[in-house]
């Protein structure tokens, strides 16, 4: 068991631009939660997925945030047309369906600063 | 809405004492909740957790404590070492079928030598 991995872990980018992040989750981990966290404040809640199927997308989430997970495994969370607002820490997390007491495991980030 | 609220930013321990992190939530329909340790530059980790049917709940040096009708929790670390020193999250799951966290603040815990 290697844990959450997300890649890369820094990206610096030009406002305007698109950009992409990885997700790997624990292998056997069903479920797949993205999150966001700027400086002060707790993790955000993005977006979830069960298996292959994206269920839950929070406000925060705008359309020029899209996050994919093909075949259930790893997720991409892809951001368009990138702002300074976008810059965060931008967070996975996996977890093991267990009827409402699954616990997240969260991967090390990938921080993004918008110039 | 903030639902979950670490209302202390930080706070400074000294090694081998006994520290004190709370917690208060606002939303009765949570039932679960956990911590997280964070240092920077990595992402949360988990630490323990506790159901609404229990009041405490212990691993090693770590317990933490919940009551119900005050709607407030807290995570005891006794003790105290400077390995512990961190930044400290509570979160609750949503419940129903995605457990999606609502993390406080953060603490940021100093324990010094």
């Known amino acids: 068991d290697t844990g959450v991995s997300q890649d890369p872990r820094h990206k610096i980018t030009k406002r305007g631009q698109n950009v992409t992040f990885r997700c790997d989750p624990i292998?056997?981990?069903?479920?797949l939660y993205w999150y966001r966290q700027t400086l002060g404040q707790g993790p955000e809640f993005l977006t979830y997925?069960?298996?292959?199927?994206?269920?839950?997308k929070s406000r925060l989430l705008s359309d020029r945030f899209s996050a994919e997970r093909p075949k259930g495994s790893f997720s991409t969370l892809e951001i368009q047309r990138t702002e300074q607002g976008d810059s965060a820490m931008y967070l996975c997390?996996?977890?093991?369906?267990?009827?409402?007491?699954?616990?997240?495991?969260f991967g090390p980030g990938t921080r993004l600063t918008v110039l | 809405d903030q639902q979950v609220k670490q209302n202390s930013p930080s706070l400074s321990v000294q090694e081998g004492r006994i520290s004190i992190l709370n917690c208060d939530y606002t939303?009765?329909?949570?039932?679960?909740f956990l911590w997280y340790k964070k240092y920077p530059a990595e992402g949360p980790t988990f630490l323990i957790s506790?159901?609404?049917?229990?009041d405490k709940n212990e691993d090693g040096r770590f317990t933490v404590f919940l009551n119900k009708s005050a709607k407030h929790l807290s995570l005891h670390i006794v003790p105290s070492q400077p390995g512990d020193s961190a930044v400290y999250f509570c979160?609750?799951?949503?419940?129903?079928?995605?457990?999606?966290?609502?993390f406080g603040g953060g603490t940021r815990l100093m324990v010094k030598p």
């Open positions: 292998s056997e981990h069903n479920r």
């Open positions: 506790i159901s609404s049917i229990k």
């Open positions: 979160a609750a799951p949503k419940g129903g079928a995605g457990n999606m966290l609502t």
């Open positions: 997390a996996s977890s093991l369906d267990l009827f409402g007491r699954d616990t997240q495991y």
């Open positions: 939303n009765s329909m949570f039932d679960y």
């Open positions: 997925f069960q298996n292959e199927a994206q269920l839950e």
